[in-house]
């Protein structure tokens, strides 16, 4: 491959028609089998709210690299933001979420609930900096009360991740001022302009601003060690979400989702630089590989390593979302319904994880 040329997009649609052409001719192989009956029918949505965004890139991976379509899965890709209100704007057919696991609990109780079925990411794989035009009024995190903050989206885990900090410092989350970028070049602009004095956002939007000097960190939700020292233990980030129906009555998609998932995390603890740019993210503000490679690196320790969402890290955030949000868990639903390992257990011993 001739990576000076190589076309991130080009790639992806490559590996669509691969996929669809390999599904078709498993199924003319085995035509009596579950996964033949599969393939021929699978279609799927994955809806994600930034395609550019690393905390996305296991998913991502199963994807590029043919995971999925091995599973007899044919995935179409939508950018939707993740705010509750845009539940009915989902698109048509089979839905699955790349998104943080604190959704499952914001959803747990409504009609169409969300479910993890297997986790990404260890860590929330998010970084809050300070300008350096706001520097140095903003030396420690209770500093940033009645500053503006921003964040691609309020109401994520973003912001769940500063209020939690702030709250733990000893200030009030009610005198931040957030502002809502929409997309990471808004961000970059509003953070140079001084539209915002604080960013926290994910990679590798972040590495890009730290290696242009455009910010400091004042909190490093990427690292292990931090992560534990603010929530008191490990919150875990993003999940493969799929609807609470789809994950009672349909468990041979579920087993599917998983194990193109796990077979790309294996993938990505041993990938070196020039796998990793074979499979680099299409972005319209990052054309850089080391900065790319970097971006990586930030975010090595926050990749899940087998998949699993253990029970201490679910207590982690139920703690974290009922201190902001104390009504949660007063529904008629069990929040322990809001993540399930089953899956992700067969395929640790399938793909030896």
Same mark, same amino acid.
Request: aromatic share 6%.
């Given at each position: 491959?001739?990576?000076?040329?190589?076309?991130?997009?080009?790639?992806?649609?490559?590996?669509?028609?691969?996929?669809?052409?390999?599904?078709?001719?498993?199924?003319?192989?085995?035509?009596?089998?579950?996964?033949?009956?599969?393939?021929?029918?699978?279609?799927?949505?994955?809806?994600?709210?930034?395609?550019?965004?690393?905390?996305?890139?296991?998913?991502?991976?199963?994807?590029?690299?043919?995971?999925?379509?091995?599973?007899?899965?044919?995935?179409?890709?939508?950018?939707?933001?993740?705010?509750?209100?845009?539940?009915?704007?989902?698109?048509?057919?089979?839905?699955?979420?790349?998104?943080?696991?604190?959704?499952?609990?914001?959803?747990?109780?409504?009609?169409?609930?969300?479910?993890?079925?297997?986790?990404?990411?260890?860590?929330?794989?998010?970084?809050?900096?300070?300008?350096?035009?706001?520097?140095?009024?903003?030396?420690?995190?209770?500093?940033?009360?009645?500053?503006?903050?921003?964040?691609?989206?309020?109401?994520?885990?973003?912001?769940?991740?500063?209020?939690?900090?702030? %709250?733990?410092? &000893?200030?009030?989350?009610?005198?931040?001022?957030? =502002? +809502?970028?929409?997309? @990471? #070049?808004?961000?970059? /602009?509003?953070?140079?302009?001084?539209?915002?004095?604080?960013?926290?956002?994910?990679?590798?939007?972040?590495?890009?601003?730290?290696?242009?000097?455009?910010?400091?960190?004042?909190?490093?939700?990427?690292?292990?060690?931090?992560?534990?020292?603010?929530?008191?233990? %490990?919150?875990? &980030?993003?999940?493969?979400?799929?609807?609470?129906? =789809? +994950?009672?009555?349909? @468990? #041979?998609?579920?087993? /599917?989702?998983?194990?193109?998932?796990?077979?790309?995390?294996?993938?990505?603890?041993?990938?070196?630089?020039?796998?990793?740019?074979?499979?680099?993210?299409?972005?319209?503000?990052?054309?850089?590989?080391?900065?790319?490679?970097?971006?990586?690196?930030?975010?090595?320790?926050?990749?899940?390593?087998?998949?699993?969402?253990?029970?201490?890290?679910?207590?982690?955030?139920?703690?974290?979302?009922?201190?902001?949000?104390?009504?949660?868990?007063?529904?008629?639903?069990?929040?322990?319904?809001?993540?399930?390992?089953?899956?992700?257990?067969?395929?640790?011993?399938?793909?030896?994880?």
């Amino acid at each position: 491959m001739d990576r000076e040329n190589f076309n991130p997009a080009m790639f992806y649609r490559r590996r669509l028609i691969c996929g669809m052409t390999s599904a078709l001719l498993a199924a003319v192989l085995a035509p009596g089998s579950a996964m033949a009956q599969q393939t021929e029918k699978t279609k799927l949505t994955l809806v994600l709210d930034d395609s550019a965004s690393m905390v996305h890139l296991p998913v991502l991976l199963a994807l590029h690299l043919g995971y999925f379509k091995a599973e007899g899965l044919q995935i179409d890709i939508v950018e939707q933001p993740l705010a509750l209100d845009t539940q009915r704007h989902l698109p048509p057919g089979l839905v699955v979420r790349s998104a943080p696991f604190v959704y499952s609990l914001q959803t747990y109780d409504q009609d169409e609930p969300w479910v993890s079925v297997v986790q990404t990411g260890r860590t929330p794989q998010l970084a809050l900096g300070v300008a350096k035009k706001a520097l140095p009024a903003i030396k420690s995190i209770k500093d940033i009360e009645g500053r503006k903050v921003g964040l691609l989206e309020t109401g994520s885990l973003a912001q769940f991740c500063v209020d939690y900090a702030l %709250l733990v410092a &000893g200030g009030n989350p009610k005198n931040i001022h957030y =502002v +809502a970028l929409g997309n @990471p #070049q808004t961000a970059i /602009a509003q953070l140079r302009n001084g539209g915002i004095d604080v960013l926290c956002a994910s990679d590798p939007l972040l590495t890009v601003l730290e290696k242009k000097s455009d910010l400091e960190l004042l909190r490093n939700f990427r690292s292990l060690k931090e992560t534990q020292r603010v929530f008191g233990g %490990l919150l875990p &980030g993003n999940s493969l979400l799929v609807p609470a129906n =789809v +994950a009672a009555k349909q @468990p #041979q998609l579920c087993q /599917a989702l998983v194990n193109g998932v796990m077979r790309a995390n294996k993938w990505l603890r041993t990938a070196g630089p020039s796998d990793l740019l074979s499979t680099m993210l299409d972005s319209t503000y990052l054309t850089d590989r080391a900065v790319y490679l970097n971006a990586v690196d930030n975010l090595r320790e926050s990749f899940s390593l087998d998949g699993m969402l253990s029970n201490e890290a679910f207590s982690v955030a139920l703690k974290m979302c009922k201190s902001l949000v104390p009504q949660l868990g007063e529904g008629r639903r069990k929040l322990s319904s809001t993540f399930t390992n089953e899956y992700v257990l067969q395929a640790k011993k399938r793909f030896k994880v």
